[in-house]
Nanobody, 120 residues
Framework: QVQLVESGGGLVQAGGSLRLSCAAS????????MGWYRQAPGKQRELVAT???????NYADSVKGRFTLSRDNAKNTVYLQMNSLKSEDTAVYYC??????????????WGQGTQVTVSS
């Protein structure tokens, strides 16, 4: 079994910073892409940023220059550093990791979600 555990969400004032973490554990053989998505009330889930196994990153236009995605392969962990937060960044943030298990199959695994609230 594989589990993702997220941490780091919370309430912050506009212009502030937060750092989200997402650690995978369990029967992991390898991890391909990692990323963060978010869903605001009444809206569809959207991509925030992704990072490949080799470190290549992709960001939504709305967060470019403010958010930084990184990964620690030794810890099976992906981080999202969020700076200059805006009220429109308020959402539930979900981590996704594409993981190949010890049994050879590759699946998308999702975290439970962590709330980020930015007050203006």
């Amino acid at each position: 079994q594989v589990q993702l555990v997220e941490s780091g969400g919370g309430l912050v004032q506009a212009g502030g910073s937060l750092r989200l973490s997402c650690a995978a554990s369990g029967s992991i053989f390898s991890i391909n892409a990692m990323g963060w998505y978010r869903q605001a009330p009444g809206k569809q889930r959207e991509l925030v940023a992704t990072i490949t196994s080799s470190g290549g990153t992709n960001y939504a236009d709305s967060v470019k220059g403010r958010f930084t995605l990184s990964r620690d392969n030794a810890k099976n962990t992906v981080y999202l550093q969020m700076n200059s937060l805006k009220s429109e960044d308020t959402a539930v943030y979900y981590c996704k990791q594409v993981i190949r298990s010890m049994w050879g199959r590759e699946y998308d695994y999702w975290g439970q979600g962590t709330q980020v609230t930015v007050s203006s």
